[in-house]
C-alpha cells in the first residue's frame, strides 16, 4: 500500500542554520503531497503542498519541491528559527479521502 | 471565526467506561476525519465521513464508533472495547477535491485512561 518515510528525529540545529527534512513516498499513482507542522500541544497546520510534479509549495520561509523521479518531497529552509521548533509530517493524499502520515520529524533549534 | 474546535482539550477516563470526544467545524466542509496520534507513530485514521448520515471504516477503527447526523458535527465515541486508548485524538475536515484535498485539523483532545 501507499506510504510516507521520513528521516527519523530529532533535528537539532542553531538558529539561522540551514534545515532538510527528507521525505519519500511510495504511492500506485500520482499523489498530492504536504507538509504539516504541529506545536506542542496542539493541532496540525498545513505548511504547504505540492498536487503535480516538478510543483514547488512554500510558505513561511520553507520550500519542498515535488520530485517524481525519486519519489521525494524534501522539506527545506533557508535560516530556521527558534519559533519553527515543533513536528513536522509529511503526507500523501491518492485516493481523495484520508491523508497517510509519515512518523513525524520533531526539530529543536537553539539561540 | 471558521475553525474546527474539539472538546474536551484533556478527558480522563476510567477502565471499562465509554467516552465520546466532540468535533464541530464551521468551514461548510463535506468531509470530516478522525485520526489518532500516539507517540512516534505518525497519525491513523479511525474513521471518515464524506456526507451526512454515512462513514466509512479507517485503518483502526475497532473499538471505536462515530456518529454524523449534522453536517458540521463529528463526534467520536472510545468504547470499552478498545484495548489502549490512552492517545492523542485529532478532528480534521475538508472540501472533498480529489487527491488534492487539503485537510484542516483541530486542536485535539488528548485521553488518559487511569
Known amino acids: 500500500g501507499d506510504s510516507v518515510t521520513q528521516m527519523e528525529g530529532p533535528v537539532t540545529l542553531s538558529e539561522e542554520a540551514f534545515l532538510t527534512i527528507n521525505c519519500t513516498y511510495t504511492?500506485?499513482?500520482?499523489?498530492?503531497l504536504f507538509w504539516y507542522v504541529q506545536y506542542p500541544g496542539e493541532g496540525l497546520q498545513l505548511l504547504l503542498k505540492?498536487?503535480?510534479?516538478?510543483d514547488k509549495g512554500s510558505n513561511k520561509g520553507f520550500e519542498a519541491t515535488y520530485r517524481k523521479e525519486t519519489t521525494s518531497f524534501h522539506l527545506e529552509k533557508g535560516s530556521v528559527q527558534v519559533s519553527d521548533s515543533a513536528v513536522y509530517f509529511c503526507?500523501?493524499?491518492?485516493?481523495?479521502?484520508?491523508?497517510?502520515f509519515g512518523k513525524g520529524t520533531t526539530l529543536s533549534v537553539s539561540s | 471565526d471558521g475553525g474546527i474546535t474539539q472538546s474536551p482539550k484533556y478527558l480522563f477516563r476510567k477502565e471499562g467506561q465509554n467516552v465520546t470526544l466532540s468535533c464541530e467545524q464551521n468551514?461548510?466542509?463535506?468531509?470530516m476525519y478522525w485520526y489518532r496520534q500516539d507517540p512516534g507513530q505518525g497519525l491513523r485514521l479511525i474513521y471518515y465521513?464524506?456526507?451526512?448520515?454515512?462513514?466509512q471504516k479507517g485503518d483502526i477503527a475497532e473499538g471505536y464508533s462515530v456518529s454524523r447526523e449534522k453536517k458540521e458535527s463529528f463526534p467520536l465515541t472510545v468504547t470499552s472495547a478498545q484495548k489502549n486508548p490512552t492517545a492523542f485524538y485529532l478532528c480534521?475536515?475538508?472540501?472533498?477535491?480529489?487527491?488534492?484535498?487539503?485537510?484542516?485539523f483541530g486542536p485535539g483532545t488528548r485521553l488518559t485512561v487511569l
Open positions: 468551514l461548510n466542509h463535506d468531509a
Open positions: 503526507a500523501l493524499n491518492q485516493a481523495g479521502t484520508a491523508l497517510i
Open positions: 504511492a500506485t499513482g500520482y499523489p498530492s
Open positions: 465521513s464524506q456526507i451526512v448520515n454515512d462513514f
Open positions: 480534521a475536515s475538508s472540501f472533498p477535491s480529489g487527491r488534492a484535498d487539503t485537510q484542516y
Open positions: 505540492a498536487t503535480k510534479a516538478d
